[in-house]
Every structure is written in structure tokens, then in C-alpha cells.
């Protein structure tokens, strides 16, 4: 069993910020990436930040110099920091794992999301 816990969702106006956490725990013993994904209403789930073991890290075009992605002290937490948020940010945010359990060489777990909701 695997579980994400994600924290940092609210409500903000536009030009604010919001930091996102994630703690992976339960079952997972070995981590090669960690991320974070959206999804608005009517649309797909989209990258938004992806990093890896390795600490290399990729952005979609739609955040690059808004948003960072980085890793914990511990290495199965990530954060999201987002500034400058724009009404188009709004979105369910879900934290991404890629890596290994007990069970499973390789797999790819999600969190359950939170909210991200930007006023204009």
C-alpha cells in the first residue's frame, strides 16, 4: 500500500502564492521520481512538474518561471511553490510517485488531488 499525502490547496487571488506538499509513505521503498499533476474540469490531467531522483526537473511551459518543484530533506516528500497564480492555475493538483514497493519493481502512484482555486 502506498499513500500520498498532499497539503497546500486553498483559495487565493490572482499574483498570490500557494506551496504544495507531498509525503509518500506506506510501502514504497525506492523512489526514481516524484511529481505534480493537474486537472481542470472538462480537461486531461496535465504535467505540471516533474522531478527526478537525480534532482533534474521539467516544467510545463504553461508554469516555467512561476512555479518550482524540489525535494525534501526527506526523500519522499516533494513540494510545490507557486507564485505569480493565475485564474487559468486552477485545478485539482495530484502528486505523482514513480518507483518501487515490496510487491512491484517498478509502478506509478497517485495522491487523491487538492483543490487550487485562483480569483481574479
Known amino acids: 500500500q502506498v499513500q500520498m499525502v498532499e497539503s497546500g490547496g486553498g483559495l487565493v487571488q490572482a499574483g498570490g502564492s500557494l506551496r504544495l506538499s507531498c509525503v509518500a509513505s506506506?510501502?514504497?521503498?525506492?523512489?526514481?521520481?516524484m511529481g505534480w499533476y493537474r486537472q481542470a474540469p472538462g480537461k486531461q490531467r496535465d504535467l505540471v512538474a516533474h522531478i527526478t531522483s537525480g534532482r533534474n526537473t521539467n516544467y510545463a511551459d504553461s508554469v516555467k518561471g512561476r512555479f518550482t518543484i524540489s525535494r525534501g530533506n526527506a526523500k519522499n516528500t516533494v513540494y510545490l511553490q507557486m507564485n505569480d497564480l493565475k485564474p487559468e492555475d486552477t485545478a485539482v493538483y495530484s502528486c505523482?510517485?514513480?518507483?518501487?514497493?515490496?510487491?512491484?519493481?517498478?509502478?506509478?502512484?497517485w495522491g487523491q488531488g487538492t483543490q487550487v482555486t485562483v480569483s481574479s
Open positions: 505523482y510517485v514513480r518507483g518501487a514497493t515490496m510487491t512491484q519493481y517498478d509502478g506509478h502512484y
Open positions: 506506506g510501502s514504497i521503498v525506492s523512489i526514481s521520481a
